[in-house]
C-alpha cells in the first residue's frame, strides 16, 4: 500500500504561482507512473500532467507552457509548478501513483485562482 500526501495549495491571485508537492511513503515511487489530476466543483476529475518513472512527461493542453511536471525520486516526491494561474485553475488537485498492477490516489488539495 502507498500513501500519497500532497502539500502546497492555497489562494493565489491570477498569474501568480503555486508549487504543489506530493510525497510517496516507502521508497517505491520509482516504480510508478505520477500524475496530477484535477476537479473542479461540479466537474469530472481530469488530467492535468503525468510523468512516467523514466521522466517523459506530458501534459493537458490547457496547461502546456504554464505548468511543469517533476519528480525526485530520492525523495519519493513529485511536482507540479503551476505558473501564470488563471481563475480556470481553481480545483482540487490529486496526486496519482500507477503502474500496471496498483493505483493509488492522494487526498487532494484547493487551489483557488482569485483576486
Known amino acids: 500500500q502507498v500513501q500519497l500526501v500532497e502539500s502546497g495549495g492555497g489562494l493565489v491571485q491570477p498569474g501568480g504561482s503555486l508549487r504543489l508537492s506530493c510525497e510517496a511513503s516507502g521508497n517505491v515511487m520509482s516504480m510508478y507512473e505520477m500524475r496530477w489530476y484535477r476537479q473542479a466543483p461540479g466537474k469530472s476529475r481530469d488530467g492535468v500532467a503525468f510523468?512516467?518513472?523514466?521522466?517523459?512527461?506530458n501534459y493537458a493542453e490547457s496547461v502546456k507552457g504554464r505548468f511543469d511536471i517533476s519528480r525526485d525520486n530520492a525523495k519519493n516526491t513529485v511536482y507540479l509548478q503551476m505558473n501564470s494561474l488563471r481563475p480556470e485553475d481553481t480545483a482540487v488537485y490529486y496526486c496519482?501513483?500507477?503502474?500496471?498492477?496498483?493505483?493509488?490516489w492522494g487526498q487532494g488539495t484547493q487551489v483557488t485562482v482569485s483576486s
Open positions: 510523468i512516467t518513472s523514466g521522466g517523459t512527461t
Open positions: 496519482n501513483a500507477r503502474n500496471a498492477r496498483d493505483n493509488y
